[in-house]
């Protein structure tokens, strides 16, 4: 079974949704935030922010 999200992380998670699509308004945007979350995500799941705040 699923866990369920607070609703601070279901509008957390609807913000970033919204400002994604914001974005698909111009190409050089869209591209630019796409390297940008992926980056973020493969940082990420390499644990580079956990080793940074600590």
């Known amino acids: 079974m699923a866990r369920r999200r607070s609703l601070t992380s ?26 940008n979350v992926a ?3 493969a940082l990420g799941r390499a644990g580079v922010w956990r080793k940074l705040w600590k």
Do not use: E
């Open 39 to 41: 980056l973020g995500r």
């Open 10 to 35: 279901q509008l957390y998670g609807a913000a970033r949704i919204s400002n994604n699509l914001g974005s698909l308004s111009s190409p050089t945007r869209a591209a630019r935030r796409a390297k």
